[in-house]
Every structure is written in structure tokens, then in C-alpha cells.
């Protein structure tokens, strides 16, 4: 059973920062691109960021430059490291898999973990 | 920049079928577009209904079902129940790495 659990999420001042994480579990993980999806409260999903199961990095223009996705296929972990947090980056945080193996593979995101929320505010 | 568009709110009633459609401010929804759609209730994570266009999730009742129609993807309910009153999004691929959604459709089950 695919199992995706974020933590790390909590309340931070502007301009400072946070690190999430999403372990994975029920799946090969290392051969999935994976996403972080975000959604403000009472909006709509945003998609925030991918890592690629050959290593690449993507990143919405709304965090570009103070986010980086990274992953540790020996830990089965995802993570977000979010610098510079802006009142505009509170929401909640879901991890999400990708629904097809492979390097530059797409199809959309099949599993969701239940999200982390994340406060920025002073 | 490409915006992604969805009806902001659609009724129907019970036993009866709806199509939420999703498609580019410029530009037609294609394949290579990976359209995909997800439903949520409030307080919930998001549920995979449909990705890749077509492909029925895990444990998603054939009542769902997804398509290209003319230049927009479709999200198709067949014999709507009470429990399909959500908001439904749809995600779409831009290339590049970048996937985009849209705004959401509100689903009211008269």
C-alpha cells in the first residue's frame, strides 16, 4: 500500500524558514518523480515544486529562487527546504507521487499524503 | 502566462450526469497535456479520480470517467450521488517540469 506521510510543517516568522519532509513507503520509490502541491486556506491547489527520478528540478515561479526540492532515494524520503517564507507560502502542504515510472516520464499524481501545514506569520 | 480554466461552479441532480471540462486560456488540451483530475472535500487531502486523460484510479468507480472534448479535457459523472458533492480540479502538464492546475469546480448534487 503506497503510504506518502509529510511532517515539518509549524508556524514561522517571515523571511525565515522550514524544511519538510514526505517519507514514502509501498513503492519504489527512486523510480517516481515526486511533487509538493500546496493550497492556501480557502484556495485552490498549487503546484509547487517536482524532483525527477533522474535528479531534475522544477519549481512554480512563485517560489523559484527561495524553495529547493530535493530527495534521498536511500531513505525514501522527500523534502522542501523553504527560505525567505513570505505570509503568501501559508497553506497546506501535500506531497504527491507521480502515476508513471520512469526519468521524464508524466502522467499525474496518483497518491496523496494528507499534508503539513505550514504558518508564516510574525 | 497559460491559465487553466474550470467552470467556478456546476449542479446537477441526483442520478443525473455532468461535464466538468478543463482547458488553456490559449491553447487546446491535448494528451501531451497529462490531464488528470482530482476531487476534495472540505478539511480533506486531495483524492485521484483520473490521470494520463484517461486512466481510472485505484478504487475509482466507473462512473468517472475522463476524455479529450474538442479542445479541452473532461471530467465525466455518470449517475451522480450525494457523495460526489466536492470540489473537483483538474492538473495539466506545460512542459518544462511544470505542471499547472486549475481553479476548481464547486459540485453541488442538488
Known amino acids: 500500500e503506497v503510504q506518502l506521510v509529510e511532517s515539518g510543517g509549524g508556524l514561522e516568522q517571515p523571511g525565515g524558514s522550514l524544511r519538510l519532509s514526505c517519507a514514502a513507503s509501498g513503492f519504489t520509490f527512486s523510480t517516481y518523480a515526486m511533487n509538493w502541491v500546496r493550497q492556501a486556506p480557502g484556495k485552490g491547489l498549487e503546484w509547487v515544486s517536482a524532483?525527477?527520478?533522474?535528479?531534475?528540478?522544477y519549481y512554480a515561479d512563485s517560489v523559484k529562487g527561495r524553495f529547493t526540492i530535493s530527495r534521498d532515494n536511500s531513505k525514501n524520503t522527500l523534502y522542501l527546504q523553504m527560505n525567505s517564507l513570505r505570509a503568501e507560502d501559508t497553506a497546506v502542504y501535500y506531497c504527491?507521487?507521480?502515476?508513471?515510472?520512469?526519468?521524464?516520464?508524466?502522467?499525474?499524481?496518483?497518491?496523496w499524503g494528507q499534508g503539513t501545514l505550514v504558518t508564516v506569520s510574525s | 502566462q497559460t491559465v487553466v480554466t474550470q467552470e467556478p461552479s456546476f449542479s446537477v441532480f441526483p442520478g443525473g450526469t455532468v461535464t466538468l471540462t478543463c482547458g488553456l486560456s490559449s491553447g487546446s488540451v491535448s494528451t501531451s497535456s497529462y490531464p488528470s483530475w482530482y476531487q476534495q472535500t472540505p478539511g480533506q487531502a486531495p483524492r485521484t479520480l483520473i490521470y494520463s486523460t484517461d486512466t481510472r484510479s485505484s478504487g475509482v468507480p466507473d462512473r468517472f470517467s475522463g476524455s479529450i472534448l474538442g479542445n479541452k479535457a473532461a471530467l465525466t459523472i455518470t449517475g451522480a450521488q450525494a457523495a460526489d458533492e466536492s470540489d473537483y480540479y483538474c492538473?495539466?502538464?506545460?512542459?518544462?517540469?511544470?505542471?499547472?492546475f486549475g481553479g476548481g469546480t464547486k459540485l453541488t448534487v442538488l
Open positions: 504527491a507521487k507521480e502515476s508513471i515510472p520512469g526519468v521524464g516520464k508524466r502522467g499525474g499524481f496518483d497518491f
Open positions: 524532483s525527477g527520478s533522474g535528479g531534475s528540478s
Open positions: 492538473v495539466l502538464y506545460m512542459g518544462g517540469g511544470i505542471w499547472v
